[in-house]
């Protein structure tokens, strides 16, 4: 095999991996979003200086604290599993972490923010899960609007997360029920931003 002939299938082979891996990326966040098993995620007040990087509503989910055995065994930045179970309301809880993805029970990949050994608690963050994505017309008038209906005194905001085995997306963000698309069409002030939003 002549050079030219070996540097060009070094360079194809290596545009096909080059692909490959968004394309298997896309292709399981299309499965998590089709076949996966749904989570409603109360969510958080967050910054309000900070909510919105781009084109996305930057997002706190609950329960973002868990309870283990013992707290002492677990340490900051640390990697783990939160598994899912839901509440009497039908929202997303957090029934213990795990070091190691567990193979028959829905769970999310988290990181340890910090073990608290007087309330027995860790505090974790859940990974990928904090970004919305929107269109650039729609996104500051959905982060206006989720910042003003996620605060302490008025917490109207969920967001439905679909989970498949150990693969979690976003799939929807809602405000008073109603998906952020529809109530946005339903408040059309809200996409005037030198206007207060309803």
Same mark, same amino acid.
């Not at 957090?94 to 990181?111: G, Q, S, T």
């Not at 206006?144 to 905001?157: E, I, L, M, P």
């Not at 809602?174 to 339903?186: G, K, V």
């Given at each position: 095999?002549?050079?030219?002939?070996?540097?060009?299938?070094? #360079?194809?082979?290596?545009? &096909? +991996?080059?692909?490959?891996?968004?394309?298997?990326?896309?292709?399981?966040?299309?499965?998590?979003? $089709? =076949?996966?098993?749904?989570?409603?995620?109360?969510?958080?007040?967050? @910054?309000? &200086? @900070?909510?919105?990087?781009?084109? #996305?509503?930057?997002?706190?989910?609950?329960? +973002?604290?868990?309870?283990?055995?013992?707290?002492?065994?677990?340490?900051?930045?640390?990697?783990? !599993?939160?598994?899912?179970?839901?509440?009497?309301?039908?929202? +997303?809880?957090?029934?213990?972490?795990?070091?190691?993805?567990?193979?028959?029970?829905?769970?999310?990949?988290?990181?340890?923010?910090?073990?608290?050994?007087?309330?027995?608690?860790?505090?974790?963050?859940?990974?990928?899960? @904090?970004?919305?994505?929107?269109?650039?017309?729609?996104?500051?008038? +959905? =982060?206006?609007? !989720?910042?003003?209906?996620?605060?302490?005194?008025?917490?109207?905001?969920?967001?439905?997360?679909?989970?498949?085995?150990?693969?979690?997306?976003? =799939?929807?963000?809602?405000?008073?029920?109603?998906?952020? $698309?529809?109530?946005?069409? =339903?408040?059309?002030?809200?996409? @005037?931003?030198?206007?207060?939003? &309803?």
């Amino acid at each position: 095999m002549n050079k030219r002939l070996w540097l060009l299938s070094a #360079f194809v082979l290596a545009a &096909i +991996a080059q692909l490959a891996v968004p394309a298997w990326m896309i292709r399981q966040h299309e499965l998590t979003l $089709r =076949e996966g098993q749904v989570f409603l995620f109360r969510t958080s007040p967050v @910054d309000p &200086i @900070d909510a919105f990087r781009g084109r #996305f509503v930057w997002l706190g989910l609950e329960p +973002a604290t868990v309870k283990p055995p013992k707290v002492n065994d677990w340490t900051r930045g640390q990697k783990a !599993y939160a598994v899912l179970g839901t509440d009497t309301n039908g929202f +997303a809880t957090v029934l213990r972490l795990e070091r190691d993805r567990p193979a028959d029970e829905p769970a999310i990949a988290v990181r340890v923010n910090w073990p608290e050994v007087d309330s027995g608690e860790i505090h974790f963050s859940w990974e990928g899960l @904090d970004r919305y994505y929107m269109t650039e017309r729609k996104a500051p008038a +959905a =982060e206006k609007a !989720y910042r003003q209906h996620n605060v302490r005194s008025n917490r109207t905001c969920h967001v439905a997360v679909r989970v498949r085995g150990n693969q979690a997306s976003i =799939e929807e963000l809602f405000i008073e029920n109603r998906p952020i $698309r529809l109530w946005l069409e =339903e408040h059309p002030a809200a996409m @005037d931003l030198d206007r207060p939003t &309803i």
